[in-house]
């Protein structure tokens, strides 16, 4: 069982920055892909980027691609995203997550634990 635990979450003005981090509490985690997803105000949850366990391979959504970076360190047993030029419809609260496979973390589907998530507000 791996325990997931966000931070890095607050408010910011449009085109600023943000770094969220996730931290892991297992012994397990480098086998784990890992990710992030965002649910906005009366929305659904929705996929936002995915690394591979070991870091190679990422994924992104297209709403992101180009401004957010995601990260994951296996020694230090999190997974980071960095996020620029923020923009108002980035504000959701953001949820970490890990899976068996990067690839399969681009939906709920293939989430096996989630972190409580931290909130991200982005004001126009």
């Known amino acids: 069982q791996v325990q997931l635990v966000e931070s890095g979450g607050g408010l910011v003005q449009t085109g600023g920055s943000l770094r969220l981090s996730c931290q892991a509490a297992?012994?397990?985690?480098?086998?784990?892909?890992a990710g992030w997803f965002r649910q906005a105000p009366g929305k659904e949850r929705e996929y936002v980027a995915a690394?591979?366990?070991?870091?190679?391979?990422?994924y992104y959504a297209d709403s992101v691609k180009g401004r957010f970076t995601i990260s994951k360190d296996n020694v230090r047993n999190t997974v980071d995203l960095q996020m620029n030029s923020l923009k108002p419809e980035d504000t959701a609260v953001y949820y970490c997550?890990?899976?068996?496979?990067?690839?399969?973390?681009?939906?709920?589907?293939?989430?096996?634990?989630w972190g409580q998530g931290t909130r991200v507000t982005v004001s126009s």
């Open positions: 297992g012994r397990t985690f480098s086998s784990y892909a």
């Open positions: 997550a890990i899976g068996t496979r990067g690839d399969l973390l681009t939906t709920q589907r293939g989430v096996d634990s």
């Open positions: 690394i591979s366990s070991h870091g190679v391979n990422k």
